[in-house]
């Protein structure tokens, strides 16, 4: 086929939201509601997904980071970024990218915090 499988309502964007439009979408809804619930604890938090991260050529783990955690200083805010590609490249299905954003994000603010993941959010169901 040769042309959009459903006609835009606006002509010249898409009707349907694109991959990364929907993971941007899933992305924002978990990172909301955790930081929603822990705003006081982490104070100002950057949060940013972007394609794929930048490997430097040494790297020597061998496996793609799924995302980054910069902690700030002084009035430079702490940064989580969510690398989308290598995510979405290890989930089969949308419930397996929901949960494995989700698990991401728990751990992340886990670690910035101090706590528990499991304290972090309800939902978190950690390695299996």
Do not use: C, K, N
Not at 10 to 38: C, M, N, Y
Not at 87 to 107: K, M, N, P, W
Not at 108 to 120: F, K, N, S, Y
């Amino acid at each position: 086929m040769r042309g959009p499988g459903i006609v835009p309502r606006r002509p010249g964007s898409p009707e349907l939201p694109t991959g990364r439009e929907r993971f941007d979408e899933l992305a924002l809804s978990i990172v909301t509601s955790v930081d929603r619930r822990w705003q006081d604890e982490l104070g100002l938090v950057e949060y940013a997904v972007e394609d794929a991260p930048q490997i430097p050529d040494d790297w020597e783990d061998g496996q793609v980071p799924l995302s980054s955690l910069v902690r700030g200083s002084g009035a430079t805010p702490t940064r989580l970024v969510l690398f989308r590609r290598p995510i979405e490249h290890r989930a089969e299905s949308r419930a397996d990218l929901e949960a494995l954003v989700l698990t991401i994000v728990v751990e992340q603010v886990a670690e910035l915090l101090g706590i528990d993941p499991e304290r972090v959010d309800p939902r978190y169901e950690g390695e299996a």
